[in-house]
């Protein structure tokens, strides 16, 4: 589990970063990238819609995997960020090992780690 001080907070915030922020497209995902431009710890949030899944349990497995991967990689990111997970349909075919990996190459793509 992600900690909470990792955590994205705040519909204001997930608006923000969705309209200023860089946006990155993988297979599975978008990452939407805010530069707060302080060093406090980045915070990361996970959307994955109704649209992806009406299931609940099919959600919820997502953004486990997200923040899973999310997790392994947090002393290794950049501080300072807001960071938007945008699930795309596609993910729902993925396991939990394939999210993984895929988020470290999206991360690297972004230019997230130090």
Do not use: C, W
Not at 2 to 30: H, P
Not at 49 to 65: D, G, M, Q, W, Y
């Amino acid at each position: 589990m992600l900690a909470a001080k990792y955590t994205l907070r705040g519909t204001k915030r997930f608006e923000r970063v969705e309209q200023m922020g860089k946006i990155t497209q993988s297979d599975s995902f978008g990452i939407a990238v805010f530069d707060r431009k302080d060093e406090d710890v980045s915070n990361y949030g996970f959307i994955v819609s109704n649209k992806i899944s009406p299931e609940s349990p099919n959600r919820n497995r997502v953004k486990r995997a997200l923040k899973a991967a999310v997790r392994y990689e947090l002393g290794q990111l950049k501080s300072g960020m807001d960071i938007v997970f945008l699930a795309k349909q596609k993910i729902l075919r993925k396991s939990t090992e394939d999210i993984i990996h895929e988020v470290r190459i999206a991360l690297k793509e972004a230019n997230l780690y130090k």
